[in-house]
């Protein structure tokens, strides 16, 4: 085991050698900062702008949702909307509104203005780098949303919907000011939020500038101007980081722990961890053989040593699962992880008999753990009657192919738009769920559908956390994706320079960032 860990980082660190995109991204993407201005970094561009169906990510704090979720618990908490009230069994809720806000552009926030933003989300379905679009997904059956006064916002739906705070945290009630709306549901230019930043500039792919909303209606931001900038490559943001040209990193795969890990070790950095939303997981062509049967996707889920992997390549930094629903989720269930290599060589061979099959393992090429994990996976695999070939791809290319079902294993990532489940197992659990189309998955079971079709109308809490229970355990059990490990919100920052800076279960506590 100990000879295995150290070979495993040493794959890792190769890779990350040869991840390297030149020195030319290690400037600052405006010049010389000012000194008042603070240097970050992600892995992808957190604005992608006008076309994107959010226009940018909830942690550049810019736009801000109705219902936020509690740190400690998971649970809804209150953000634009103050306090909320469930009638009539779920078909209406009345929610009182935070006063004294304004958005970007010095418009007041009002009921109005959410009426506005759930009539523009119902014209189109979007799609984003972050999650979709989608009015029907976050307010399932919603019949009229009316202003009942300059505060006070109601919504009524045609099916009892008990469970709609939850659909409506984080991305599922951004809120936007009405005049960066476009007719078409996309938007008019620059997106205008009332959050504690808004957007100064932003060039795709390389940087959004972010300044201080001096009228925020709570405490305002630390920093007057945070700059982050996009270096899709790992290698290069320890590099940037170590030089100084980036004060800290964040978003999902911030940092890997193997090079966290290392810049632990220099005393003008700190790491701050915190727990995710996102599962890492195998998805599987149901489509095509050998993982339209059940079996072959249980002998894979059983072979897989979980604890192997995150020991390895997280150094401990996450948590082995075979639920696909996340542990941020307040209705998350905890199943045993085993490993049984007996009953997996015994299922693969009434699958494949004594032929051996070549299978397509697709990853990211941009991730460095993906490939060392891939490696590692493919030699086990072999013991299944399954040769491996790993095909690394840029993520665009790779999503394509999923969609036409070039592949028959690919390693993904799963994260909580909201705190409903529901968006969860329709995505990938119900035949026409957006992660079973874009992923070839070929996922389809009865007993899935019926309970989805209850919960839609059903008022009894029990009731509802039994069937939330039941899907989890099918997903075990029928594994249409064999779901890996929850990984933490590892991120590191300069703490010589730096004060504030903390993980979050998505993102970093940027508005409390400051200069010591």
Same mark, same amino acid.
């Given at each position: 085991?100990?000879?295995?860990?150290?070979?495993?980082?040493? @794959?890792?660190?190769?890779?990350?050698?040869?991840?390297?995109?030149?020195?030319?991204?290690?400037?600052?993407?405006?010049?010389?900062?000012?000194?008042?201005?603070?240097?970050?970094?992600?892995?992808?561009?957190?604005?992608? /702008? $006008?076309?994107?169906?959010?226009?940018?990510?909830?942690?550049?704090?810019?736009?801000?949702?109705?219902?936020?979720?509690?740190?400690?618990?998971?649970?809804?908490?209150?953000?634009?909307?103050?306090?909320?009230?469930?009638?009539?069994?779920?078909? @209406?809720? +009345?929610?009182?509104?935070?006063?004294?806000?304004?958005?970007?552009?010095?418009?007041?926030?009002?009921?109005?203005?959410?009426?506005?933003?759930?009539?523009?989300?119902?014209?189109?379905?979007?799609?984003?780098?972050?999650?979709?679009?989608?009015?029907?997904?976050?307010?399932?059956?919603? $019949?009229?949303?009316?202003?009942?006064?300059?505060?006070?916002?109601?919504?009524?739906?045609?099916?009892?919907?008990?469970?709609?705070?939850?659909? &409506?945290?984080?991305?599922?009630?951004?809120?936007?000011?009405?005049?960066?709306?476009?007719?078409?549901?996309?938007?008019?230019?620059?997106?205008?939020?009332?959050?504690?930043?808004?957007?100064? =500039?932003?060039? %795709?792919? #390389?940087?959004?500038?972010?300044?201080?909303? $001096?009228?925020?209606?709570?405490?305002?931001?630390?920093?007057?101007?945070?700059?982050? #900038?996009?270096?899709?490559?790992?290698? @290069?943001?320890?590099?940037?980081?170590?030089?100084?040209?980036?004060?800290?990193?964040?978003?999902?795969?911030?940092?890997?722990? +193997?090079?966290?890990?290392?810049?632990?070790?220099?005393?003008?950095?700190?790491?701050?961890?915190?727990?995710?939303?996102?599962?890492?997981?195998?998805?599987?062509?149901?489509?095509?053989?050998?993982?339209?049967?059940?079996?072959?996707?249980?002998?894979?889920?059983?072979?897989?040593?979980?604890?192997?992997?995150?020991?390895?390549?997280?150094?401990?930094?996450? *948590?082995?699962?075979?639920?696909?629903?996340?542990?941020?989720?307040?209705?998350?269930?905890?199943?045993?992880?085993?490993?049984?290599?007996?009953?997996? %060589?015994?299922?693969?061979?009434?699958?494949?008999?004594? #032929?051996?099959?070549?299978?397509?393992?697709?990853?990211?090429?941009?991730?460095?753990? *993906?490939? /060392?994990?891939? =490696?590692?996976?493919?030699?086990?695999?072999?013991?299944?009657?399954?040769?491996?070939?790993?095909?690394?791809?840029?993520?665009? &290319?790779?999503?394509?192919?999923?969609?036409?079902?070039?592949?028959?294993?690919?390693?993904?990532?799963?994260?909580?738009?909201?705190?409903?489940?529901?968006?969860?197992?329709?995505?990938?659990?119900?035949?026409?769920?957006?992660?079973?189309?874009?992923?070839?998955?070929?996922?389809?079971?009865? =007993?899935?559908?019926?309970?989805? %079709?209850?919960?839609?109308?059903?008022?009894?809490?029990?009731?509802?956390?039994?069937?939330?229970?039941?899907? *989890?355990?099918?997903?075990?059990?029928?594994?249409?994706?064999?779901?890996?490990?929850?990984?933490?919100?590892?991120?590191?920052?300069?703490?010589?320079?730096?004060?504030?800076?903390?993980?979050?279960?998505?993102?970093?506590?940027?508005?409390?960032?400051?200069?010591?």
């Amino acid at each position: 085991m100990r000879y295995l860990r150290v070979l495993l980082l040493f @794959v890792l660190l190769l890779a990350l050698a040869g991840c390297g995109q030149g020195g030319e991204q290690r400037g600052s993407e405006t010049g010389k900062a000012a000194d008042n201005t603070i240097v970050l970094a992600a892995y992808r561009h957190l604005a992608p /702008g $006008e076309k994107d169906g959010f226009y940018c990510s909830r942690i550049l704090n810019v736009w801000e949702p109705l219902i936020t979720v509690n740190e400690e618990t998971g649970e809804p908490a209150p953000c634009l909307a103050a306090s909320w009230e469930m009638q009539d069994e779920g078909r @209406v809720w +009345v929610f009182r509104l935070r006063e004294g806000v304004r958005f970007h552009d010095g418009t007041d926030f009002t009921a109005q203005s959410v009426v506005d933003n759930l009539t523009w989300m119902g014209k189109a379905v979007r799609t984003s780098i972050f999650y979709l679009h989608n009015i029907n997904l976050y307010y399932p059956h919603l $019949e009229r949303a009316e202003a009942l006064d300059a505060h006070t916002l109601r919504l009524t739906f045609s099916q009892p919907n008990i469970n709609q705070i939850y659909n &409506m945290m984080n991305f599922g009630s951004a809120i936007y000011a009405p005049s960066c709306l476009a007719d078409d549901g996309g938007f008019t230019g620059t997106a205008l939020g009332t959050g504690p930043f808004r957007i100064a =500039e932003n060039v %795709k792919d #390389r940087y959004v500038v972010l300044e201080r909303n $001096e009228d925020y209606y709570g405490e305002k931001a630390r920093a007057q101007r945070i700059i982050v #900038r996009s270096i899709p490559s790992a290698d @290069v943001r320890f590099a940037a980081l170590k030089a100084e040209e980036i004060m800290g990193v964040m978003d999902i795969s911030a940092m890997p722990p +193997v090079l966290a890990d290392e810049l632990a070790q220099d005393e003008r950095f700190a790491v701050s961890v915190s727990p995710s939303i996102m599962v890492r997981y195998l998805a599987f062509n149901g489509k095509k053989p050998p993982f339209d049967d059940v079996r072959m996707r249980r002998a894979v889920s059983l072979l897989l040593d979980r604890r192997q992997l995150v020991d390895a390549l997280y150094l401990g930094y996450a *948590q082995p699962t075979v639920n696909i629903l996340s542990v941020s989720s307040p209705f998350y269930r905890d199943f045993p992880v085993v490993q049984n290599v007996a009953e997996a %060589k015994r299922l693969a061979r009434e699958v494949l008999g004594d #032929r051996r099959m070549e299978i397509v393992y697709m990853v990211n090429g941009a991730d460095p753990i *993906q490939k /060392g994990e891939a =490696e590692l996976i493919a030699y086990w695999l072999a013991e299944l009657g399954l040769d491996v070939r790993i095909e690394a791809l840029e993520q665009a &290319m790779q999503l394509a192919a999923l969609r036409r079902g070039d592949y028959h294993i690919a390693r993904a990532q799963q994260g909580l738009p909201n705190g409903d489940p529901i968006y969860i197992f329709e995505a990938f659990f119900m035949p026409k769920g957006a992660r079973n189309k874009a992923m070839s998955l070929g996922y389809e079971n009865p =007993e899935v559908q019926r309970l989805l %079709k209850d919960l839609s109308t059903e008022t009894d809490p029990a009731v509802r956390r039994a069937a939330f229970d039941r899907l *989890q355990e099918i997903g075990v059990e029928d594994q249409p994706v064999a779901p890996l490990y929850f990984d933490e919100n590892i991120v590191v920052y300069n703490a010589a320079r730096l004060t504030g800076y903390r993980a979050l279960r998505y993102g970093v506590s940027l508005a409390e960032v400051g200069w010591r």
